[in-house]
């Protein structure tokens, strides 16, 4: 491919202390691109996505989002922030303000879209995600799925250039699973660029470009899902699908 990948990670490596959570991580992400992360818990999943918008630092290697490098300096990393959005298992939505106030806090605080913009805006994706009706209601009288919709939304509103979800379902009712996964894979469809941490193997197998296995830090194994599902190559990796399928 030509065109300048929107995620460039060169040979990552980060420490917690003595721990090492992410081994000589290098991957492309690139535009319209669906990519599956997966493998068991404490694998580094969370820790990879979250160093693409710098949550956390990394001690090693080159991270470059939209072509702008996150190792220079705190200025590119608030530029980084408002292009990737992030949707996290437990919703994170701010608990004192109405779902409409949530999706318009981040366009008018960090872009400084004026309030009836933001609104329109903001109505827009709550209707995209099918709960405009929610708009004046505070998160907790949401449930669960329409919570983690409001936050799809919300992180939308931002404009991202890419969209990397964390287990989005994993804190879901089993009945509310499907309504979220419907969510991304219209986003998916739409040719949003996404990262998607998750367990659901039907969805990776639907819309995955890639799904890529980790294991102890490291990435074991990247496919497309049908080679990734049918003729995994590493032990490691048909262990893990061994428990998962
Ligand atoms: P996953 O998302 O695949 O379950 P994580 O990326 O959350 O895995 O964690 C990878 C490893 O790094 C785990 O062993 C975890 O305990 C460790 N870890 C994650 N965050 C921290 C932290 N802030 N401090 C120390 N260790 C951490
Ligand atoms: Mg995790």
Request: charged share 25%; aromatic share 6%.
């Amino acid at each position: 491919m030509t065109a300048d990948p929107i995620v460039r990670m060169v040979n990552v490596e980060k420490w917690f202390g003595e721990f090492q959570a992410l081994r000589n991580i290098s991957l492309d992400v690139h535009k319209g691109e669906k990519i599956v992360l997966c493998g068991p818990s404490g694998s580094g999943k969370s820790t990879l996505i979250r160093c693409i918008n710098q949550l956390e630092k990394i001690e090693q290697g080159k991270i470059r989002v939209n072509g702008i490098e996150l190792t220079e300096g705190k200025q590119n990393v608030e530029t980084i922030r408002q292009e990737v959005g992030m949707v996290f298992q437990q919703f994170n939505l701010f608990p004192h303000l109405t779902v409409l106030e949530n999706c318009m806090l981040a366009p008018t605080k960090v872009r400084k879209a004026s309030k009836a913009d933001a609104a329109a805006t903001a109505m827009r994706f709550l209707e995209r995600v099918k709960i405009p009706e929610q708009a004046e209601k505070y998160p907790a009288q949401l449930s669960g799925g329409q919570q983690q919709r409001v936050a799809i939304a919300r992180a939308l509103c931002m404009s991202p250039k890419i969209m990397l979800f964390d287990e989005p379902t994993s804190a879901l009712d089993p009945e509310m699973v499907n309504e979220v996964l419907d969510t991304m894979t219209d986003l998916a469809q739409e040719g949003m660029t996404m990262v998607v941490v998750t367990h659901e193997m039907g969805f990776a197998r639907k819309v995955a470009d890639r799904v890529i296995f980790m294991d102890r830090g490291e990435i074991v194994e990247t496919a497309d899902p049908e080679t990734f599902f049918t003729s995994p190559q590493q032990e490691r990796t048909k262990t893990f699908l061994g428990q998962v399928m």
